[in-house]
């Protein structure tokens, strides 16, 4: 959600800066969101069950969001054929250059906080340690960390 929030607020910002309309992007946003849900459960999918959908009860297994089980291959087509989907509906080649900065901008710049989030997820964590400076704790109660005291937060190793 964060790097949803990022994303929406660095090309807000960019569109005004470089004198876009905003809402063209935005009203293509449920395109890109409806594409990356369907052919990511599609994939993912076809890769647990070795076939297409038969059945309506199979289709209805496809869409529904129980378990939220994705594929990355699906996801990024998805956001490869939105993409293409909306650049080419601009016609003049400068405001499809400007668009494709735009959006790069904008994705880039929501990667860090996603890989933030990501790296301090359950299932990347370190040894665990008594040091209370280096160490961090879960900010829930239902994640895997709580099994230890404290742990070194190697993901913000890697990162830095």
């Known amino acids: 959600m964060v790097a949803f929030l990022t994303f929406l607020i660095v090309s807000i910002y960019l569109t005004r800066r470089y004198h876009q309309n905003f809402w063209k992007f935005f009203y293509w946003m449920p395109?890109?969101?409806?594409?990356?849900?369907?052919?990511?459960?599609y994939v993912q999918f076809f890769f647990d069950y070795g076939?297409?959908?038969?059945?309506?009860?199979?289709?209805?297994?496809?869409l529904s969001p129980y378990g939220y089980k994705?594929?990355?291959?699906g996801l990024l087509l998805g956001i490869v054929i939105a993409i293409i989907?909306?650049?080419?509906?601009?016609k003049r080649i400068e405001n499809?250059?400007?668009?494709?900065?735009?959006?790069f901008y904008s994705i880039t710049l929501s990667l860090v906080?996603?890989?933030?989030?990501?790296?301090?997820?359950d299932n990347f964590m370190g040894n665990s340690t008594s040091l209370p400076r280096l160490g961090i704790?879960?900010?829930?109660?239902?994640?895997?960390?709580?099994?230890f005291n404290l742990v070194y937060p190697i993901g913000v190793f890697l990162s830095v």
């Open 31 to 41: 395109v890109l969101i409806i594409l990356c849900y369907f052919l990511g459960s």
């Open 51 to 62: 076939a297409l959908p038969a059945s309506w009860a199979e289709f209805l297994i496809l």
């Open 70 to 73: 994705f594929h990355f291959v």
């Open 85 to 90: 989907i909306f650049l080419k509906k601009i």
């Open 96 to 103: 499809k250059k400007i668009r494709i900065d735009i959006l």
């Open 113 to 121: 906080p996603l890989g933030l989030f990501l790296l301090m997820g």
């Open 137 to 147: 704790k879960s900010l829930h109660s239902e994640s895997q960390r709580n099994k």
